[in-house]
């Protein structure tokens, strides 16, 4: 059977997953691997460090994942919990009065509840694990960068599902050079920040998005690198 796992993503990290724009996600191996790693056949998970001490994992390809993202919850007139509000862009889904997670949960109907304190019954995006693998943070690729979920520096840009790159429909209110806003190589600074000048490239801009939540990036830990995939939960 196959396992389900809560993981935390932030505001913008939900819309890229949400948009069909992330597809990746980089956690640090704790503890850190100690003289490299290898692979090996004597150990669960396939891999062990320099002394033969095997890295695991807690979860593998097929196991499930759901978005754990920052939210509030949404009271009727009578005062009962109707509906759950996600901050990643505002929409809300109807849940069940009987749910026996919201007691635990319900206050005020106006502040946000931080992502950790979302349980399992309230999540509305689930990931299926395709792919994991052990590698330096700093061995990111451009192209696994943008699958990381950078943002591209131009206002008017949006994610096309379809070609898998950023586009400009509209080039007439572009206030960059749109020639040079479709090359993928031009993104922003974390957090997003689409009033600069200066443009980044997606591993430069992913490392900002790291430095922002670990701090780390010039150490270059070793990582598990997920690969995912949205599916419908099927109960």
Same mark, same amino acid.
């Given at each position: 059977?196959?396992?389900?796992?809560?993981?935390?993503?932030?505001? !913008?990290?939900?819309?890229?997953?949400?948009?069909?724009?992330?597809?990746?996600?980089?956690?640090?191996?704790?503890?850190?691997?100690?003289?490299? =790693?290898?692979?090996?056949?004597?150990?669960?998970?396939?891999?062990?460090?320099?002394?033969?001490? %095997?890295?695991?994992?807690? $979860?593998?390809?097929?196991?499930?994942?759901?978005? *754990?993202?920052?939210?509030?919850?949404?009271?009727?007139?009578?005062?009962?919990?109707?509906?759950?509000? $996600?901050?990643?862009?505002?929409?809300?889904?109807?849940?069940?009065?009987?749910?026996?997670?919201?007691?635990?949960?319900?206050?005020?109907?106006?502040? /946000?509840?931080?992502?950790?304190?979302?349980?399992?019954?309230?999540?509305?995006?689930?990931?299926?694990?395709?792919?994991?693998?052990? %590698?330096?943070?700093? !061995?990111?690729?451009?192209?696994?960068?943008?699958?990381?979920? =950078?943002?591209?520096?131009?206002?008017?840009?949006? /994610?096309?599902?379809?070609?898998?790159?950023?586009?400009?429909? !509209?080039?007439? $209110?572009?206030?960059?050079?749109?020639?040079?806003?479709?090359?993928?190589?031009? $993104?922003? *600074?974390?957090?997003?920040?689409?009033?600069?000048?200066?443009?980044?490239?997606?591993?430069?801009?992913?490392?900002?998005? /790291?430095?922002?939540?670990?701090?780390?990036?010039?150490?270059?830990? /070793?990582?598990?690198?997920?690969?995912?995939?949205? =599916?419908?939960?099927?109960?």
């Amino acid at each position: 059977m196959r396992k389900e796992i809560g993981m935390m993503f932030n505001r !913008d990290m939900v819309r890229a997953i949400l948009s069909g724009q992330k597809t990746q996600t980089r956690r640090m191996i704790k503890p850190q691997p100690a003289s490299g =790693v290898r692979r090996s056949i004597f150990v669960e998970s396939g891999i062990e460090d320099g002394h033969g001490r %095997e890295v695991k994992r807690t $979860y593998n390809a097929g196991d499930l994942i759901y978005v *754990r993202e920052t939210f509030k919850l949404v009271y009727n007139i009578d005062g009962l919990v109707c509906a759950v509000k $996600y901050k990643a862009d505002d929409a809300e889904k109807n849940i069940p009065p009987e749910d026996d997670d919201i007691g635990i949960i319900q206050g005020s109907a106006s502040k /946000w509840k931080s992502a950790i304190h979302m349980p399992k019954s309230l999540a509305r995006t689930w990931l299926e694990v395709v792919s994991l693998r052990v %590698e330096r943070l700093q !061995d990111i690729s451009e192209n696994d960068a943008i699958r990381e979920g =950078v943002e591209n520096n131009c206002l008017l840009s949006s /994610w096309d599902n379809e070609t898998k790159k950023f586009i400009v429909k !509209d080039k007439s $209110y572009c206030h960059h050079n749109c020639e040079t806003c479709q090359v993928i190589n031009e $993104y922003t *600074r974390y957090p997003f920040d689409h009033d600069s000048e200066e443009c980044y490239s997606a591993v430069e801009s992913y490392s900002t998005l /790291w430095n922002s939540i670990y701090g780390n990036w010039e150490v270059n830990p /070793w990582v598990w690198v997920t690969e995912f995939k949205k =599916v419908d939960k099927v109960d």
